[in-house]
T-cell receptor, first 109, second 114 residues
Framework: QKEVEQNSGPLSVPEGAIASLNCTYS??????FFWYRQYSGKSPELIMF????GDKEDGRFTAQLNKASQYVSLLIRDSQPSDSATYLC?????????FGKGNQVVVIP | DGGITQSPKYLFRKEGQNVTLSCEQN?????MYWYRQDPGQGLRLIYY???????QKGDIAEGYSVSREKKESFPLTVTSAQKNPTAFYLC?????????????FGPGTRLTVT
């Protein structure tokens, strides 16, 4: 089982809709959870992180963490064409981050 | 402006040559990291350093070497022993290695070896 899994394929959403991304992790001892956005050809940029069960909101982004089920999700409200990117999930444990492969989001005007 | 710089942006080398990638940060962060990203893949950790003069291997350290002589600098050498060196190399830093461990990335160096 991979440390961090992001299984869904490219996600196409109409402009203004909600994009929903999911990530599961294998190690119950993981302590903090991150979402990064990566535009094509660019480096990842940190969107937000969460470490307590529940929701955390930052602008149009909401991260949701469920440690019992070992998943973390990212909701993007009012999706904009500028949100078109690959979103990487990362999980912290033992001085390092483990990254998923990412999910591509395409916002259709 | 505080940030992380990597140079050069693009690097081309012949097979069999060692090459050193630069990473500098002025964020006063203690921890620095090197990752490799291949097309369609997530980031894989090569090496990381928690403090000056100390570093640890990540998941794919074979064929790579690093040094940490200054807090601001963490250069990565890709040696000729690395079998598939062509990739996008990313340097990151964080305040420390403890949780939550927010890591911030430099712009990356795209290395092509032929």
């Amino acid at each position: 089982q991979k440390e961090v899994e992001q299984n869904s394929g490219p996600l196409s959403v109409p402009e203004g809709a909600i994009a929903s991304l999911n990530c599961t992790y294998s190690d119950r001892g993981s302590q903090s959870f991150f979402w990064y956005r990566q535009y094509s050809g660019k480096s990842p940029e940190l969107i937000m992180f969460i470490y307590s069960n529940g929701d955390k909101e930052d602008g149009r982004f909401t991260a949701q963490l469920n440690k019992a089920s070992q998943y973390v999700s990212l909701l993007i409200r009012d999706s904009q064409p500028s949100d078109s990117a690959t979103y990487l999930c990362a999980v912290y444990k033992n001085n390092r981050l483990a990254f998923g492969k990412g999910n591509q989001v395409v916002v259709i005007p | 402006d505080g940030g992380i710089t990597q140079s050069p942006k693009y690097l081309f080398r012949k097979e069999g040559q060692n090459v050193t990638l630069s990473c500098e940060q002025n964020l006063n962060h203690d921890a620095m990291y090197w990752y490799r990203q291949d097309p369609g893949q997530g980031l894989r950790l090569i090496y990381y350093s928690q403090i000056v003069n100390d570093f640890q291997k990540g998941d794919i350290a074979e064929g790579y070497s690093v040094s940490r002589e200054k807090k601001e600098s963490f250069p990565l050498t890709v040696t000729s022993a690395q079998k598939n060196p062509t990739a996008f190399y990313l340097c990151a830093s964080s305040i420390g290695t403890g949780p939550p461990n927010e890591q911030y990335f430099g712009p990356g160096t795209r290395l092509t070896v032929t």
